[in-house]
């Protein structure tokens, strides 16, 4: 019977990919992933310390680990990811003292051989494992582009726990995006802190997507996360020309104030964003935005906050995850000097205000064709990325045209064209 390895993620789309990454290469010894806890011969809880809850959360999760391992002395337990690295390893065996190995995000590259200091590579076993792809429907499979991030947002701890920007170099990549292809996907969502910076000697992002575009097998292609900085003038002419490339962008934005978004060091105003989603609006007019904000950032005043909501209503956006800001700088100024009922209050009708555009934008979609691709018999996601279900059946994997006859709870309805 083979051994079993129990994941808990924690963050992002990068550390989701890490994560598939590192089942591989148990996979490879020999491993199965299992889903129950109590079955596990080996336990990876992957961190992320992004906001201070995400790093309580990862922590608190490591303490309940301490029954298991009770139960199975011989078991083993790995920490890896954003907090590990913050933390660090002393710190938190110091802490827990039955975790195996901490590793932290910037070892990502060394992962194997940490790997194989507590569980060697047999040859007879079944190194010819396939690319994991654990997170989305099993139609959808990630593929890192870059690691880490070259940018100083101030109010932002990735780069100092990734490192700067590496990007991969176009074969490996290429190569990861066949093989899961060729392992069953349909949608490749490329990712990267600032994915669309990615750029090797001759070659550029948009570069890369037409490349990729182009690979037989491919129905839809996703990325993320844009930074408004990099979209070139091919990236126009790309979205224009390849309809598999999703007609939704997850842009984040993180305020829309001019004075905020200076001191946060993102690098654009209001208006630079907005003509931005205006530009390529042009090409695609109903291109999906999503976006994230972050709300009491330190000396946010109520005008700067309504600069935000203006935003909101002014790039129409489809979706917005909204963050209270958490201090992650050992600089006291960095404390949010905001009281903590303003905070909420702020945030809840930064909530609203998304909700009800976002809710427009929904019903616009009823008497529009949306080319969607089928999940499972009745439920898929369209190009723009909004939850579609049907009455009849369709084949999972496939691609269809449906029109859209009615709306609810973020969810469209209708049916399959033929
Ligand atoms: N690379 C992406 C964001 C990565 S972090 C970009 O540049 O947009 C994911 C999201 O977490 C950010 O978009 C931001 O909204 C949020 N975030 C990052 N640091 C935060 C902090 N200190 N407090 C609250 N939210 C934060
Ligand atoms: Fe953080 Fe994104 Fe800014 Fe990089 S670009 S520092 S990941 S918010
Ligand atoms: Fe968290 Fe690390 Fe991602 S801090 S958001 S897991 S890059």
Not at 50 to 69: C, F, N, P, T, Y
Request: charged share 30%; proline share 4%.
């Amino acid at each position: 019977m083979s051994r079993k390895l129990y994941i808990i993620t924690f963050g992002c789309q990068m550390n989701e990919a890490d994560s598939e990454h590192i089942a591989r290469i148990f996979r490879k010894r020999g491993f199965e992933l299992t889903d129950k806890l109590n079955d596990a011969d080996a336990v990876l809880v992957n961190t992320c310390t992004v906001r201070q809850l995400a790093e309580d959360k990862a922590i608190s999760q490591i303490g309940r680990l301490k029954h298991w391992k009770k139960a199975k002395p011989e078991g083993k337990l790995f920490v890896t990811g954003c907090a590990a690295q913050r933390l660090g390893a002393r710190n938190i065996k110091k802490r827990f003292k039955y975790v195996d190995i901490v590793s932290g995000a910037k070892e990502i590259g060394k992962i194997e051989n940490i790997i194989d200091s507590a569980y060697p590579l047999h040859t007879a076993l079944n190194i010819d494992a396939k690319p994991e792809n654990i997170y989305r429907s099993p139609l959808t499979a990630y593929v890192t582009v870059m690691r880490g991030c070259s940018h100083r947002c101030s109010y932002c701890i990735v780069p100092s726990v990734r490192g700067p920007a590496v990007f991969l170099s176009r074969e490996e990549i290429i190569r990861d995006a066949k093989e899961k292809l060729a392992g069953g996907a349909k949608e490749l969502v490329l990712l990267g802190q600032t994915v669309n910076s990615y750029k090797r000697p001759g070659y550029t992002f948009s570069n890369l997507l037409e490349e990729i575009l182009n690979l037989p097998g491919l129905l839809r292609l996703r990325f993320m996360s844009p930074h408004p900085l990099y979209f070139d003038k091919d990236f126009k002419r790309i979205l224009k020309q390849y309809p598999k490339l999703a007609r939704h962008i997850h842009l984040p934005a993180q305020s829309g104030s001019d004075r905020i978004l200076k001191l946060m060091r993102r690098g654009y105003t209001h208006n630079q964003y907005l003509d931005i989603i205006k530009g390529l609006r042009e090409e695609i007019p109903d291109l999906a935005v999503s976006t994230d904000f972050i709300t009491g950032y330190p000396g946010e005043t109520e005008e700067d906050f309504q600069e935000t909501l203006r935003l909101v209503s002014e790039a129409r956006f489809s979706s917005a995850f909204c963050f209270k800001y958490s201090p992650r700088t050992d600089n006291p100024a960095m404390a949010s000097d905001i009281p903590e009922n303003i905070l909420e209050e702020r945030l809840d009708r930064l909530l609203k205000a998304v909700k009800k555009i976002s809710n427009v934008i929904l019903l616009e979609r009823i008497a529009k064709i949306e080319e969607v691709l089928f999940e499972t018999a009745d439920f898929g996601r369209s190009s723009s990325n909004m939850a579609v279900r049907i009455n009849s059946a369709a084949e999972p994997g496939s691609l269809k045209k449906v029109e859209i006859l009615s709306a609810e709870r973020n969810t469209l309805h209708g049916k399959v064209l033929l």
